[in-house]
């Protein structure tokens, strides 16, 4: 069965702090994609990365950065020098391999808050 | 290019009454599966539709159907609303097994 656990409920820092976001996964397939997504107030989630199980190399997107180790099953995200406007919910998702498109089971989500 | 379009933004029905959410997939997609995102929750798949017919549905109960039409827009119906059913419904559209999974802004609906 797949699970994606967000042990971070609610965070919060001040502008410029560096913040990371955990996510833990549990698969039973060696093939799967993993996902961020991240859902302001007005609902729509905005696609932020993708990786998949074969690709461990970290990416780095600007201030965006991800840290994928299979063998701790984790796939965090880290925000350097936060901004308000990256307060939202962020979400963190699984799909496997032969479902690929078909079902995202998504974690329970980060709300982070930026303050000023 | 307009991205995932649904309709209505917000809705607000009785107990019991039955619902629908509409759904217009992104150009060029033809794929639509809908979720259920309780408050302060994660979203949940309910169901998938290609070429007009239910291709996958998650652990949702026979309450909650859906349509798929030609042009790829799509319906999510819920009879016997009960309060539980209130949350935000999104409709994500994809090529078929593709990359470019797109989510729609979603309809709010509140049932008292």
């Known amino acids: 069965a797949q699970k994606v656990t967000q042990a971070q409920t609610e965070i919060s820092v001040v502008e410029k702090e560096d913040v990371t976001l955990d996510c833990v996964y549990e698969t039973r397939d060696t093939t799967y994609y993993l996902f961020w997504y991240k859902q302001p107030p007005s609902g729509e989630l905005v696609f932020l990365i993708r990786r998949n199980s074969f690709d461990e190399q970290n990416e780095i997107s600007g201030r965006y950065s991800w840290n994928f180790q299979k063998s701790t099953s984790s796939f965090n995200f880290t925000i350097t020098a936060s901004q308000v406007v990256d307060s939202a919910v962020y979400f963190c998702?699984?799909?496997?391999?032969?479902?690929?498109?078909?079902?995202?089971?998504f974690g329970p989500g980060t709300r982070l808050s930026v303050l000023p | 290019d307009a991205g995932v379009t649904q309709s209505p933004t917000h809705l607000i029905k009785t107990r019991g009454q039955q619902v629908t959410l509409r759904c217009s997939p992104k150009?060029?997609?033809?794929?639509v599966s809908w979720y259920q995102q309780a408050l302060g929750q994660g979203p949940q798949f309910i169901f998938q539709?290609?070429?007009?017919?239910?291709?996958q549905r998650g652990n949702f109960p026979d309450r909650f159907s859906g349509h798929q039409f030609p042009n790829y827009s799509s319906e999510l119906n819920v009879n016997a609303l009960l309060l539980g059913d209130s949350a935000l419904y999104l409709c994500?559209?994809?090529?078929?097994?593709?990359?470019?999974?797109?989510f729609g802004s979603g309809t709010r609906l509140t049932v008292v």
């Open positions: 539709y290609y070429e007009e017919e239910e291709r």
């Open positions: 998702a699984l799909t496997e391999g032969d479902n690929y498109g078909q079902n995202f089971v």
């Open positions: 150009s060029g997609h033809d794929t």
């Open positions: 994500a559209s994809s090529p078929d097994r593709g990359y470019g999974y797109t």
